[in-house]
């Protein structure tokens, strides 16, 4: 696990939206808005790892691509170290690009077959002007191949030879190429099998301590997230709804939907017995989000006022944030 350092965060989100609209008729009018990330507030330090996890389609790498400004935000600020992310020009942020980088979901998309291992990886030394000259770029391409677990034999080969797990040691060596200072890991792995999966998260957290990296780890599985992160933050429906430890969350979950999600993590030992959580209902639209806290409509130990208030994180315990009224204690009738 990461070890938190003190001092000033690295990143800062605050206030973050993102919303998609909707449009139709015959203008093509804007009809409605789907509410991917909505009010999303969070904080990073040097060398930890924030684990965001929830279920598919909650918001977490739309999340991650706004950070990064892959994708526009509608509000909000991002800023790292110093910077306001949220307001700079291309040319800020091309600059800017050094220093935060990601690790895409699907190994055999976020590759272009048409391009071998070795420029894949250089692409990124070329366009910052960090390899004077082409044999300094393959020297630090095989560099960065032999870091991740690969060979300089791989170098001239094209994405199509390589497996699954061998394709996503590529894409983290294209994202170190430029030495950042902030990985975005967007569900790194996930499309991969258990036995590959457990091999590159050890392979994270390797190099994060070899090179003092800070990641955000995005994933929809709780059990892949607790050994690396540092803290863990709960989304649902577009709102962080949990903000804990990562043995504070496992341990002793405060939020209904914590637990639930913690309940279907399968346990290894036989003998131990976990009451499995089943939900009522389905997950509702993000299109038109009920009021109220968001998960009002299929929580178990709801009251009247949880449709009508919104929920704002409360700190329960010292570093253990919740956004339920009923369980930090200030419910209303």
């Known amino acids: 696990m990461a070890q938190v350092q003190t001092g000033q965060p690295l990143l800062r989100v605050k206030n973050l939206r993102k919303y998609f609209p909707i449009r139709g008729g015959l203008f093509s009018r804007e009809v409605a808005r789907v509410h991917a990330v909505d009010d999303v507030s969070f904080e990073i330090m040097p060398g930890e790892t924030l684990g965001l996890v929830g279920e598919s389609g909650c918001g977490k790498s739309t999340t991650g691509r706004t950070i990064l400004r892959l994708i526009e935000p509608t509000a909000g600020d991002v800023w790292f170290q110093d910077k306001n992310v949220s307001?700079?020009?291309?040319?800020?942020?091309r600059a800017l690009r050094k220093e935060m980088q990601i690790i895409f979901q699907d190994p055999y998309a976020s590759l272009?077959?048409?391009?071998?291992?070795?420029?894949?990886?250089?692409?990124?030394?070329?366009?910052h002007k960090l390899a004077p000259t082409r044999k300094a770029?393959?020297?630090?391409?095989?560099?960065?191949?032999?870091?991740?677990?690969?060979?300089?034999?791989?170098?001239?080969?094209?994405?199509?030879?390589?497996?699954?797990g061998q394709r996503q040691r590529i894409g983290i060596a294209r994202a170190l190429a430029v030495n950042p200072k902030l990985i975005v890991c967007d569900e790194p792995v996930s499309?991969?099998?258990?036995?590959?999966?457990?091999?590159?998260?050890?392979?994270?957290?390797?190099?994060?301590?070899?090179?003092?990296?800070?990641?955000?780890?995005?994933?929809?599985?709780?059990?892949?997230?607790?050994h690396i992160s540092t803290r863990v933050a709960v989304m649902y429906l577009g709102k962080i709804v949990e903000v804990a430890t990562a043995?504070?969350?496992?341990?002793?979950?405060?939020?209904?939907?914590?637990?639930?999600?913690?309940?279907?993590?399968?346990?290894?030992?036989?003998?131990?017995?976990?009451?499995?959580?089943?939900?009522?209902?389905?997950?509702p639209s993000p299109i038109n989000p009920p009021s109220g806290c968001r998960f009002h409509t299929?929580?178990?130990?709801?009251?009247?006022?949880?449709?009508?208030?919104?929920?704002?994180?409360q700190e329960v315990s010292p570093g253990h944030w919740v956004a339920c009224q009923v369980r930090s204690g200030v419910a209303t009738a």
């Open 87 to 93: 307001q700079l020009d291309k040319r800020q942020l």
């Open 112 to 127: 272009n077959p048409r391009m071998t291992v070795g420029s894949i990886i250089g692409e990124a030394l070329v366009i």
């Open 137 to 164: 770029r393959e020297e630090r391409v095989v560099q960065l191949l032999e870091v991740v677990g690969l060979t300089a034999d791989h170098l001239r080969r094209y994405p199509h030879e390589f497996s699954g």
């Open 191 to 226: 499309a991969l099998d258990v036995s590959v999966q457990a091999q590159v998260i050890n392979l994270l957290e390797d190099l994060q301590s070899k090179f003092g990296l800070t990641y955000l780890f995005i994933a929809h599985d709780l059990s892949v997230v607790e």
């Open 247 to 283: 043995k504070e969350l496992y341990t002793n979950p405060k939020h209904p939907y914590t637990e639930a999600l913690l309940s279907a993590v399968p346990v290894p030992d036989p003998t131990v017995k976990r009451k499995r959580i089943i939900l009522e209902g389905d997950v």
């Open 298 to 313: 299929r929580c178990a130990i709801r009251v009247p006022s949880c449709s009508r208030n919104e929920q704002v994180l």
